[in-house]
């Protein structure tokens, strides 16, 4: 019931399509649904996070949509850039928790 | 600064112990330690919500943490297994829902 479940492992695109990564969760109390971004050799970054209280949230090029009754969220990188190769971790935690469960990844590779 | 970590790199034989150190410049009160293995994503090893308040994660066997002071928690592995090569990261946060603040890993080799 703690798992975040994260496809695909891996990701293709070319340069100015959109990547799509899905998570889906079991757990009804996670209310913080943060993502971050990991570049090779460095640790994870916050890239943007979401409440389920709205449905989307958009900075920049990136957007998360979130459906409650499915019990999933998704990240799209709208013109994905080579730069945003990279791995990428969707997470869950809940007002009360001290533990994030973090997704098992996706490396995303944008080709030029 | 943000949170740093050492070593960056360490080459253990198998029943050696080893600490690994993280700092974090931003007097948050919350410290996490996780190991990265491909497939599995970021695992919680131990965490901590205070001096001297610490709390096992998922895989805490075979490692200890400490914190004596704010800025500093420490992870130990007692005696090394090849199970437990992986790269570490340490990371910290103000409070759980907010964004968590990474070092850049240790990777840490046991033969």
């Known amino acids: 019931q703690q798992q975040v479940k994260q496809s695909p492992q891996s990701l293709i695109v070319q340069k100015g399509g959109i990547s799509i990564i899905n998570c889906a969760y079991e757990?009804?109390?996670?209310?913080?649904f943060p993502w971050y971004q990991q570049f090779p050799g460095k640790g994870p970054a916050l890239l943007i996070a979401?409440?389920?209280?709205?449905s989307e949230k958009k900075e920049g090029r990136f957007t998360i949509s979130f459906n409650k009754s499915a019990k999933q969220f998704s990240l799209h990188i709208m013109d994905s850039q080579p730069g945003d190769s990279a791995t990428y971790f969707c997470?869950?935690?809940?007002?009360?928790?001290?533990?994030?469960?973090f997704g098992a990844g996706t490396r995303l590779f944008v080709k030029a | 600064a943000g949170v740093t970590q050492t070593p960056k790199f360490r080459v253990l034989k198998t029943g050696q112990s080893m600490t690994l150190l993280c700092a974090q410049d931003?007097?948050?009160?919350?410290m996490y330690w996780y190991r990265q293995d491909p497939g599995h994503g970021l695992r919680l090893i131990h965490y901590s919500y205070g001096v001297k308040d610490t709390d096992k994660g998922e895989v805490s066997d075979g490692y200890s943490v400490s914190r004596s002071k704010t800025e500093d928690f420490l992870l130990t592995l007692e005696s090394a297994t090849s199970s437990q090569t992986s790269v570490y990261f340490c990371?910290?946060?103000?409070?759980?829902?907010?964004?968590?603040?990474f070092g850049d890993g240790t990777r840490l080799s046991i033969l």
């Open positions: 990371a910290s946060s103000q409070n759980p829902l907010q964004p968590q603040h």
């Open positions: 757990n009804t109390a996670f209310d913080y």
């Open positions: 979401i409440r389920p209280d709205v």
């Open positions: 931003m007097n948050h009160e919350y």
């Open positions: 997470a869950a935690n809940y007002t009360g928790g001290f533990k994030t469960i």
